[in-house]
Nanobody, 120 residues
């Protein structure tokens, strides 16, 4: 079993910054992809940023230049630094990882979600 535990999030004024962190634990052999998605009320879950080991990070157009995702595939952690936040960034943010377990199976795992609210 694999768990993704997120931290960070909260309430911030427009123009402010927040940092989200996520750590994976459990029966992990390796992780090659980690990233972040978000879901605003009434909307579908959407990609924010995703990083595959040895490759560059892919960002949603709406966050390019403002958000930075960093992944440590040796430690199975991923973070999201969010700067110049806008009210439209308000959403529940989910950590995501594609995990190969010690049994050889590959799972797409999700964190429990953390609320980010940006006030205008």
């Amino acid at each position: 079993q694999v768990q993704l535990v997120e931290s960070g999030g909260g309430l911030v004024q427009a123009g402010g910054s927040l940092r989200l962190s996520c750590a994976a634990s459990g029966s992990i052999l390796n992780i090659n992809t980690m990233g972040w998605y978000r879901q605003a009320p009434g909307k579908q879950r959407e990609l924010v940023a995703i990083r595959t080991n040895y490759e560059s990070t892919v960002y949603a157009d709406s966050v390019k230049g403002r958000f930075t995702a960093s992944a440590d595939f040796a430690e199975n952690t991923v973070s999201l630094q969010m700067n110049s936040l806008k009210p439209e960034d308000t959403a529940v943010y989910y950590c995501y990882a594609e995990v190969r377990t010690t049994t050889g199976a590959i799972f797409r795992s999700w964190g429990q979600g953390t609320q980010v609210t940006v006030s205008s």
